[in-house]
């Protein structure tokens, strides 16, 4: 099984756009200055133990110019460097949804106003949600292509609890219901080889995605960048960090339990930031990718031979 005409066994997300505007679509990441109530002190001062000064922002211009600004130098080297047509305004850094609702219209509002934007990715904590704030992304999604992402991690409580994640599976739930009832794109983020997570564990992760209905997956794998509250564990050796053929395996398997129309946005981090302590073979993200590929082919697999629907009552 193939997906849109590509050699791909799964459902890759960037497929997924052209085949439904015709284009290559790219999401052009933004830094509209949020922070975290993991961060500033509402849940705690700390933040999650892998999480760096940067909120997962993959930054490619400066962040203190404004959104409109950001956006049109991002369209510009997309244009120069991926030849890509239209575009998502992603916005990545922190929590995207941690301000009032009207400020988030305005910052939202400037992410629109160019012509080739098709949508925009909101990256966000599940806690961080509130109907108010749902009903003004449901308005931009009746004219607008809208992904809300959630960090998830882990399904397993005790997997959040060491990462002081801040939340819980069951808030996850309940913000993924309260998104759904508004037709709202959800993409959960997950990340494999969490401490004291067996591959089943982590298989059951994939499991429960399945079963509840969500759109859209980004798997990460667990890395140990510098300056975080990891890089102390990581020196200390109480983090085991996965090895590459392992994290291939695992991936292939997580793939296989997904439903086939689960759109899949990402399956290995790119490893670019210069602060990226551990593991250093995630620095070759398409060896990565390609192993994956290849290890798809050898079973002849791909994405959801082995799923199965069971029943969101089991989850929310």
């Not at 790219?26 to 000064?53: H, M, Q, W």
């Not at 409580?157 to 002081?164: A, V, W």
């Not at 981090?269 to 398409?286: D, E, H, Q, V």
Request: proline share 3%; aromatic share 12%; charged share 25%.
């Amino acid at each position: 099984m193939f997906f849109y005409d590509t050699n791909k066994r799964y459902n890759r997300f960037s497929d997924h756009l052209r085949n439904l505007y015709g284009v290559k679509v790219y999401k052009v990441t933004l830094d509209a200055g949020f922070t975290c109530p993991n961060r500033d002190g509402t849940i705690s001062y700390e933040g999650c133990i892998f999480c760096d000064n940067g909120g997962s922002f993959s930054q490619l211009y400066p962040n203190n110019i404004s959104v409109k600004e950001q956006l049109d130098l991002g369209i510009s080297l997309c244009i120069d460097k991926y030849k890509a047509k239209k575009f998502l305004a992603y916005f990545q850094a922190y929590s995207n949804t941690y301000k009032p609702v009207e400020e988030l219209k305005r910052i939202y509002d400037q992410a629109l106003s160019h012509d080739d934007v098709i949508g925009m990715s909101i990256g966000t904590r599940p806690d961080c949600v509130d109907s108010e704030k749902l009903d003004l992304i449901q308005n931009y999604a009746e004219n607008y292509y809208v992904w809300l992402e959630y960090g998830l991690q882990s399904i397993h409580e005790k997997s959040l609890k060491f990462i002081n994640r801040g939340h819980s599976f069951e808030t996850f739930c309940h913000a993924l219901k309260e998104t759904q009832k508004r037709n709202i794109n959800v993409c959960a983020h997950v990340i494999l080889g969490l401490p004291n997570e067996t591959r089943e564990d982590m298989l059951e992760t994939a499991r429960a995605l399945g079963d509840l209905g969500v759109n859209g997956v980004k798997i990460h794998l667990l890395c140990v960048l510098n300056n975080t509250r990891l890089t102390k564990l990581y020196f200390q050796g109480k983090i085991p960090m996965m090895e590459e053929d392992e994290y291939v395996e695992t991936v292939c398997d997580f793939l296989e339990l997904l439903p086939p129309e689960m759109t899949i946005h990402r399956l290995a981090g790119n490893g670019l930031k210069p602060n990226m302590l551990a593991p250093a073979w995630l620095s070759k993200k398409f060896v990565v990718l390609n192993k994956i590929d290849k290890l798809l082919e050898e079973r002849n697999s791909f994405q959801g031979v082995k799923f199965q629907k069971v029943t969101k009552g089991n989850h929310l």
